[in-house]
């Protein structure tokens, strides 16, 4: 079985500029999420959805950040325009959550974003 | 509300045994844990539900005192692939959001 997709695997842009990370969850699973994890430290929950729709973004930074999940598939994450801090590696996980608890999350390599 | 973990780092000898902690003060739904090897994505180890149940797998076993609002994770005669950075998440009571915390390095020395 394919684990979680995630392109490109390293980004170097220069702050202000915009980009885009793409995932791929595991077929059938119906909840995908967005982590940022900064060197050194936990990943940190940016959005969580549940096919389609938003279940939680309350720590998406909604003035730099969005993302989307189109028809309840893949997801793309957009930082535009992108600051220093926003250095980091960005996790997309994906899990199958049948019963309605958070069950195993399956996470992609992640996308390593440096911003010069 | 980010759990607290620790110790923050431990370095150990192949065979030895090993304790992490994870608290919160907050009342707890459930608690997760993953492991982290450097450069990797985190892989899942195992959830506890509230209700004090004990989970192991093979030689890496956890408990959740829901009274106090921790979980321990328990490495017995660590190997040398233990090695890496522990994390705890947590889902609060009311919500279903999973926060980790900010991880506990292992490192195991043959």
């Known amino acids: 079985e394919a684990g979680v997709a995630q392109s490109p695997r390293y980004k170097i842009i220069e702050k202000r500029q915009s980009v885009a990370f793409w995932c791929n969850p595991i077929?059938?699973?119906?909840?995908l999420y967005w982590y940022q994890q900064i060197l050194g430290q936990g990943p940190k929950l940016l959005i969580q959805f549940q096919n389609n729709g938003v279940v939680d973004d309350s720590q998406l930074p909604k003035d730099r950040f969005s993302a989307e999940r189109l028809k309840g598939v893949d997801s793309t994450l957009k930082i535009q325009p992108a600051k220093l801090e926003d250095s980091a590696v960005y996790l997309c996980a994906s899990s199958l959550d049948q019963t309605g608890n958070t069950g195993e999350l399956f996470f992609g390599e992640g996308s390593r974003l440096t911003v010069l | 509300q980010q759990p607290v973990q620790s110790p923050q780092a431990v370095i150990l000898r192949e065979g030895e045994d090993a304790v992490i902690n994870c608290s919160s003060s907050?009342?707890?739904?459930?608690v997760h844990w993953y492991r982290q090897k450097h450069g990797e994505a985190p892989v899942f180890l195992m959830i506890?539900?509230?209700?004090?149940e004990q989970k192991g797998h093979e030689k890496i076993s956890a408990s959740f005192n829901e009274k106090k609002q921790q979980s321990s994770l328990y490495l017995t005669a660590s190997q040398l692939s233990y090695s890496g950075t522990y994390f705890c998440g947590t889902e609060l009571g009311d919500r279903r959001q999973l926060t980790f915390g900010s991880g506990t390095q292992l490192t195991v020395l043959p």
């Open positions: 077929s059938g699973h119906a909840t």
């Open positions: 907050k009342a707890l739904y459930s």
């Open positions: 506890l539900l509230k209700g004090g």
